[in-house]
């Protein structure tokens, strides 16, 4: 075991993953949506990335754009990417309440899934787009982990930095009457829907450039990265950390991360003995979702922390 890269790793992805989590938590915890439909902002930001970045079709490619653009451009294309699918899934969706809202998103990620999946002219179908473009960290001296690690923890600090502003701030308090009380909140004068919607928005922007760095650090995007196993993750973060706070969002991130990571990094001798490491990987994740659901030992967070 490489203590290094190990702990690299842990801090790159934990990072990556912190900022859905910081993300999910304005929106569910502050915004009152319960939204099972993440993975589909960060896919979104992934192949917008890929695709701005990637060269054009040749051979056998069956995509039909690849614009060949700077990183930087397709950094900026990933977050408009995100953008401009919150929008169109947050206008319809945010109507619904509850375990509506949960299922109606959980179907719009299904169904970008399938589209990624069966659409070849988009990202190449199931052998999704490879050689992704990324940036080179060798003009100031640092290798590409080291290089990605900082883009990360980066990344992270304005998503954090952007939610506390925005909750420690009038506008986030009106997102707080809305949770609380929407009759009390619609009767001082308050738009629900527009705040609800404006949460959403937001929040999905971030979760686009966190899957421009995830295409950028994979050198691949494929339909097979992007399921909902990756929702769900984010949701156990969340819940492992103490909602409503965002320090505990970002501590149970890097949590999980650092549990699967450790899992990971034990050499197998054998390819079976590397599939019961995995499934024993997902047991033991949900074993840990239950025993936090039922004893929550980060409650403290949420009654002393609220816009931390």
């Known amino acids: 075991m490489n203590i290094e890269q190990l702990l690299l790793a842990v801090l790159t992805y934990g990072c990556l993953y912190s900022v859905m989590t910081v993300s999910l938590n304005l929106q569910y915890a502050r915004g009152g949506m319960i939204n099972f439909g993440t993975v589909a902002y960060f896919a979104a930001g992934a192949y917008a990335y890929a695709i701005f970045t990637q060269e054009p079709p040749s051979g056998l490619d069956q995509y039909a754009f690849g614009f060949n653009s700077p990183w930087w451009v397709g950094f900026i294309a990933a977050g408009v990417a995100a953008f401009l699918f919150a929008i169109v899934t947050g206008w319809p969706t945010l109507r619904l309440r509850g375990e509506y809202l949960a299922l109606t998103t959980f179907a719009f990620a299904e169904v970008l899934h399938s589209i990624f999946l069966n659409e070849r002219r988009i990202g190449n179908g199931s052998v999704g787009l490879s050689n992704v473009n990324r940036p080179d960290f060798s003009w100031i001296g640092m290798s590409d982990n080291y290089g990605f690690a900082g883009a990360a923890i980066l990344l992270l ?42 949460i959403f928005v937001i929040s999905a922007v971030p979760v686009g450039f966190a899957g421009a760095l995830y295409a950028m650090i994979t050198t691949l995007v494929s339909p097979g990265l992007f399921t909902a196993e ?20 970002i501590f149970g991130t890097l949590a999980l991360i650092l549990f699967e990571e450790v899992v990971r990094s034990f050499n197998f001798e054998t390819v079976r003995s590397a599939e019961i490491a995995a499934s024993v990987e997902h047991i033991m994740t949900g074993i840990i979702f239950i025993m936090i659901l039922r004893w929550q030992p980060f409650d403290r967070f949420t009654k002393k922390e609220a816009v931390q």
């Not at 990756?230 to 969002?249: D, M, P, Q, S, Y």
């Open 157 to 198: 600090m304005f998503t954090a930095f952007l939610c506390h502003r925005i909750l420690a701030s009038p506008y986030g308090r009106a997102i707080d009457a809305v949770r609380d009380d929407e009759t009390a909140a619609e009767a001082v004068g308050k738009d629900i829907k527009r705040l609800r919607f404006e």
């Open 230 to 249: 990756v929702t769900f993750f984010v949701w156990i973060a969340l819940i492992l950390g103490g909602e409503h706070t965002i320090k505990g969002a």
